[in-house]
């Protein structure tokens, strides 16, 4: 089992920006893949960004040239640098973990862009 928690959401001006964290804790020797997805109101949750455990990272075109995911072994955390923020990035932010067998999610984190 592998738990995840996140932190760092909030409220933020339209081109500000943000740092959302996500620990990992449990079996994290089983983790293949460690990434951010949002989910806004009336919309389905979508990938955000991605790290596999063999170091690979993968944008939405979305966020490509604003957000950048980045982890600290050490600290099994991964980190997802949020520049530029736009009203349209305005969601909850899950972090997920991804294993053989199942995902993992967290509780969410709100991040709301005002104009």
């Known amino acids: 089992q592998v738990q995840v928690v996140e932190s760092g959401g909030g409220l933020v001006q339209a081109g500000g920006f943000l740092r959302l964290s996500c620990a990992a804790s449990?079996?994290?020797?089983?983790?293949?893949?460690m990434g951010w997805y949002r989910q806004a109101p009336g919309k389905e949750r979508e990938l955000v960004a991605s790290f596999t455990r063999a170091g690979s990272t993968n944008y939405a075109s979305s966020v490509k040239d604003r957000f950048a995911i980045s982890k600290d072994n050490a600290k099994n955390t991964v980190y997802l640098q949020m520049n530029g923020l736009k009203p349209e990035d305005t969601a909850v932010y899950y972090c997920?973990?991804?294993?053989?067998?199942?995902?993992?999610w967290g509780q969410g984190t709100q991040v709301t862009v005002s104009s």
């Open positions: 997920n973990a991804r294993d053989f067998n199942k995902n993992y």
């Open positions: 449990g079996s994290i020797f089983s983790i293949l893949v």
